[in-house]
């Protein structure tokens, strides 16, 4: 089983028998990653893992980049951003998947009240309209409920950047950051994926 394939796993596998979102609340963050796809020029993925499904926003890097589409978000019928992914150089991509499994097994670890307040910050490249690879930070943040602990959202954020840094997990009420390498992915990860 591969990096995505687990983790896909994982976070459709989860109880959400106690975990329905309701629709006033998943409005507001879906308000809330078009926000950021707007005032970042940003492209922003809002991932419903109770329904397996996700919403994406096109600010200005989607612009950049290249996507046409005839709306500036829409609807898929999973919790992967395909059309993204299909853009990230390969390598990264495996990265990508690694360091968020390593993210989510992090989160898992903390307590229930604490488990929102990390986020990953990552650097992927991302091919433009030209096929030319750029330099992009990707964010990833959770959304748990504080009762069951279940992963019930997560936010995804592509901005363009300038350069490429390392990996890191953030405390966003300390700004204390992680080397993430440190941190166990829970699987057996190929050797391709441990370089990463």
């Not at 991932?47 to 200005?60: E, Q, V």
């Not at 307590?111 to 433009?128: A, G, H, N, T």
Request: contains cysteine; proline residues 3%; negative net charge.
């Amino acid at each position: 089983m591969d990096t995505q394939q687990e983790l896909n796993h994982i976070l459709l596998a989860q109880d959400f028998e106690n975990d329905t979102i309701l629709s006033d609340r998943l409005k507001v963050y879906k308000q809330a990653a078009c926000m950021y796809a707007q005032i970042e020029n940003a492209i922003a993925v809002l991932s419903d893992l109770c329904s397996n499904k996700s919403y994406i926003y096109y600010g200005g890097a989607g612009k950049t980049l290249g996507f046409t589409l005839p709306e500036l978000n829409h609807e898929t019928g999973s919790i992967w951003e395909k059309e993204i992914f299909d853009r990230v150089l390969p390598d990264d991509l495996v990265r990508k998947h690694a360091q968020e499994l390593r993210f989510f097994h992090f989160v898992k670890e903390q307590p229930f009240v604490m488990r929102s307040r990390y986020y990953l910050e990552m650097y992927i490249r991302m091919k433009d309209k030209k096929g030319t690879y750029t330099a992009m930070r990707h964010r990833m943040f959770y959304v748990v409920n504080s009762q069951t602990g279940n992963f019930i959202l997560a936010l995804c954020i592509y901005t363009l950047c300038a350069n490429l840094l390392p990996d890191v997990l953030v405390d966003s009420f300390t700004g204390e950051k992680i080397t993430i390498e440190q941190q166990p992915c829970g699987i057996c990860l190929s050797k391709r994926e441990k370089e990463s």
